[in-house]
Every structure is written in structure tokens, then in C-alpha cells.
């Protein structure tokens, strides 16, 4: 089944294909993973870890005698991105945690992706090698020089298979431009480009030069006391290399064009939805910050995640979103716990399927949500490893406010918040996501016939 084809909540089961990662009994800090991104052609799979690690899995071929056990994903490779820092001059420490991690298309047999901390961007360039050269003149097989006067014939190198070794390699080091912690990075549609953007400020990059960025946004006031805003993530359009928006912690979203001028603090569209005064409370300013924000594939739609709720935005209308999707509303008479235990303060992260049809964002007691914006159905899931049987169907998960708790709900009340889903992915053409729970990355895929 073509993704949105069809009624998409009835039509597609979604079932456990595999996890990875240790059952979490004392999980290290360092293995939380703070990052998942799928390449352009869904056959590789990248998460990063707040220890700096970047793990690249790579999609096996189908197997002709198994024709139902679809193409699982494998450890293709594994390397060290970031290691912590001092910052001498702000006696400040620089955590090695990726915080975002974006590929490049393909344009030959390697594969490049960006991988970013709080301060420094990295372009890795990951190759293949299945030949090594033997027969040096100046070196003996093991690599250390000869004797010269020993040396009394001239060989000629040949390559000699090997086993595959697969190699990660930094290109590019970008550093030195954020005085703040770097919360986005995005490749522009030229592929020449890419955007760092921190609380303050966000800078023009070119892939070719590392010394040099251009400061396309600066929202720092001169008397910091007068600071009311912070940037929380930006996305450059998927087609039009000179848009991009940026999302604040006011709950506002502003579309910025760079053909206008070099500096674009003046924005070409703001998105605001007016507040309802009867809703006002002390914590509606926490709740209406946007954590993430994504350009549909299309480029016709904005998808804005902040702590309740996802909202879809059409370019074309800013005073209000076209679509609102409640993500976890039962949360609403929690919120004074929340922020006592800091959960309010989580970052969700929200992405389309495909085909722009459906949307999935993260909630709490490993829980994610799906909503058909066709149907306007939703489904709660859960990733865990009770369910984790080769094949298994998730059963959607309901949630009971106060009242009479039925046998397959779960109360409000007995919710884990310490295991929440913040980071997700869903494979560019097909049904297949990936969805990660603290130290675990969990793979489902729809139900074929």
C-alpha cells in the first residue's frame, strides 16, 4: 500500500520489526539517544547518543526465500562524533551529545551527513573499503620504512581484496560561531548550504568554507534584560533555497526570505495563533514554546510541535493553524507536577510520513501518537519490549482521566515520565519509523498481507 493511499488508521497494523540497543536496567547517561534521522532513500538509518557517538544502521537486502521478513536494519557503522570540551575563556564544559544529526543526498559511493553538539559542526564523510594495496617499495607490509640499502629491486603496488571495512572520516570541522547552544542544523535545497541555528542566533554556512559563516538572524537584544524570546529551531524550505522559517519559545513562527536582504530580522510571514484568555494560566507561556518545527515534503505546510499539542500552518494563512491535534490533553491538570519535575520543560520532536498525510509526534510512558490528517483519526502506540515478539500487532493504547478505568486503558495517574519519546523518524517512501525510548531504538513497520 502506497503511504496515505486509502483510509491510513484502518488500513495499516503496525507491527514490531526489531530493537536495538540493552534492556534498561541502570541505563548510562551516555546511551540515551538524543538523535534519529533516516537518509534520503530510507536505507540508512542514523541515531546519536549523549555520550557523542553516532551509530549509522544500513538496511539488508529482502531475502528472495524469505519474501514477508522485509529488509531489517543492521549496524553498518559506529563512530566517536564529539568528545567533551572545556571552554577556558567561559570556564564553561561542552557537552559531547549530538544534538541533531542531518545527511547529504548521495551523489557517489559515499555517504555524507552533519552531526552537531552545543557548539561545533561536523561533516562525516562514510566510505567503503573492500581492497587494500600490498607491495610498497619504501615499506615492509606492516608499514614501517625499509632499510634502503636492503631495498634491491622495484615493486609494483597491487590492491588485494580485503574484508569490507567501513570508514568514517570528518571533512569538515564548522566551529567558533555560536555563543549559544546550537539547537538546528538544515541543508538547504542547493546542497552548497546549511544553516546553525542557536537560542539567538542563526548562521548561513558554506559546505566548502569552515572558517567563515554569515549571521542571517540575530535576535539578541542590546541589554540582555530586555531578552523576552528565544529561537527554538529552524528548517530551511525542502525546495526554495531562499526560505526558511524559525520557531521562538513565544510560540510564534516567522517565514524569513533572504532575497529581501542579508540580515533577516524582518521577517516575510509571522504565524501566530492568538491565545484564548480563558484558558490563561501561570504556565501558558512553558506550554505554547515550540520545540520543533518541519516543512512538509510538499513546501506547503508548517508543522509546529509545542508541550500539548501539533499544529499544522498553511503558508498562505498566519493568524491561525489549519489543523490543531491534541497530543496528550489528559496532561492539562498535571501541569503543576510537571514543571515541579521539570517535564514540562521536554522538547518533543514531530515528522510527517511520506506523503504528507500523516504525522507522528512523542508523548510520555514511551507512548507516541499518529494522526490521519485525511480522517482525523489518532492512535496511540507503545514501544516496549513486552511486545517485542518478531511480527507482533501493536494494540493502540488509551489513556483514562478520573472515572471508571476499563481492562486495556491505563490511568493518567500510573504514567511513567521518565520514559518519554522525544525523537522519532519515518522512512521517506514507506510505512517503516523508527521511534527512540531512552537507551533503545525501536523499528515498526505496517502489517503486509
Given at each position: 500500500m502506497v503511504p496515505g493511499l486509502g483510509n491510513f488508521m484502518q488500513d495499516v497494523l503496525w507491527c514490531f520489526s526489531q530493537v536495538k540497543g540493552t534492556i534498561d536496567i541502570g541505563v548510562a547517561e551516555a546511551d540515551i539517544i538524543s538523535t534519529v534521522e533516516f537518509n534520503h532513500t530510507g536505507e540508512l538509518l542514523a541515531t546519536g547518543d549523549k555520550g557523542g557517538r553516532v551509530v549509522i544502521f544500513q538496511r539488508e537486502q529482502e531475502s528472495k526465500n524469505q519474501p514477508h521478513r522485509r529488509g531489517e536494519y543492521n549496524v553498518y557503522s559506529t563512530f566517536q562524533s564529539h568528545e567533551p570540551e572545556f571552554d577556558y575563556l567561559k570556564s564553561l564544559?561542552?557537552?559531547e551529545k549530538i544534538n541533531k544529526i542531518r545527511w547529504l543526498p548521495q551523489q557517489n559511493a559515499a555517504y555524507f551527513l552533519l552531526s552537531t553538539n552545543d557548539k561545533t559542526v561536523k561533516l562525516w564523510k562514510v566510505s567503503e573499503r573492500d581492497k587494500r594495496p600490498?607491495?610498497?617499495?619504501?615499506?615492509?607490509?606492516?608499514?614501517?620504512?625499509r632499510d634502503p640499502s636492503m631495498i634491491t629491486m622495484l615493486r609494483v603496488p597491487v590492491l588485494r581484496p580485503m574484508d569490507l571495512m567501513v570508514e568514517a572520516t570528518p571533512r569538515r570541522v564548522f566551529a567558533n560561531a555560536h555563543t549559544y547552544h546550537i539547537n538546528s542544523i538544515s541543508v538547504n535545497s542547493d546542497y552548497e548550504t546549511y544553516m546553525s541555528a542557536d537560542d539567538?542566533?542563526?548562521?548561513l554556512w558554506n559546505f566548502e568554507i569552515t572558517n567563515q559563516?554569515?549571521?542571517?538572524?540575530?535576535?539578541?537584544p542590546a541589554n540582555m534584560e530586555e531578552l523576552t524570546e528565544v529561537i527554538t529551531a529552524a528548517e530551511f524550505h525542502p525546495h526554495h533555497c531562499n526560505t526558511f522559517v524559525y520557531s521562538s519559545s513565544k510560540g510564534t513562527i516567522r517565514l524569513c526570505d533572504m532575497r529581501t536582504s542579508a540580515?533577516?530580522?524582518?521577517?516575510?510571514?509571522?504565524?501566530?495563533?492568538?491565545?484564548?484568555?480563558?484558558?490563561r494560566s501561570f504556565f501558558s507561556e512553558i506550554i505554547s514554546s515550540i520545540s520543533d518545527v518541519k516543512f512538509s515534503h510538499s513546501g506547503r505546510y508548517i508543522m509546529t510541535r509545542d508541550y500539548l499539542t501539533v499544529k499544522v500552518w498553511d503558508l498562505n494563512m498566519e493568524n491561525r493553524p489549519i489543523e490543531t491535534?491534541?497530543?496528550?490533553?489528559?496532561?492539562?491538570?498535571?501541569?503543576?507536577?510537571?514543571?515541579?519535575?521539570?517535564?514540562?520543560?521536554?522538547?518533543?520532536?514531530?515528522?510527517?510520513?511520506?506523503?504528507?498525510?500523516?504525522?507522528?509526534?512523542?508523548?510520555?510512558?514511551?507512548?507516541f501518537r499518529m494522526f490521519d490528517r485525511n480522517t482525523k483519526r489518532d492512535v496511540t502506540?507503545?514501544?516496549?519490549?513486552?511486545?517485542?515478539?518478531?511480527?507482533?500487532?501493536?494494540?493502540?493504547?488509551?489513556?483514562?482521566?478520573?472515572?471508571?478505568?476499563?481492562?486495556?486503558?491505563?490511568?493518567?495517574?500510573?504514567?511513567d515520565f521518565s520514559k518519554k519519546i522525544l525523537h522519532t523518524a519515518w522512512h521517506p517512501t514507506e510505512n517503516i519509523i523508527a521511534v527512540a525510548a531512552t537507551n533503545n531504538l525501536y523499528i515498526f513497520q505496517d502489517k503486509v498481507n
Open positions: 564544559e561542552i557537552e600490498e607491495g610498497y617499495n619504501l615499506k615492509d607490509e606492516d608499514g614501517r620504512l539567538l542566533r542563526i548562521n559563516s554569515f549571521n542571517i538572524v540575530d535576535i539578541k540580515l533577516c530580522d524582518r521577517h516575510a510571514k509571522f504565524f501566530e495563533e492568538p491565545e484564548d484568555p480563558s484558558n491535534y491534541q497530543v496528550h490533553d489528559y496532561l492539562r491538570s498535571k501541569l503543576c507536577s510537571l514543571y515541579e519535575n521539570d517535564c514540562i520543560f521536554d522538547k518533543f520532536e514531530c515528522v510527517w510520513n511520506g506523503s504528507d498525510s500523516v504525522i507522528m509526534t512523542g508523548s510520555y510512558n514511551n507512548f502506540l507503545e514501544a516496549s519490549r513486552e511486545n517485542s515478539k518478531p511480527r507482533a500487532i501493536l494494540k493502540p493504547r488509551k489513556v483514562c482521566v478520573g472515572g471508571k478505568r476499563r481492562k486495556d486503558e491505563i490511568s493518567v495517574d500510573s504514567l
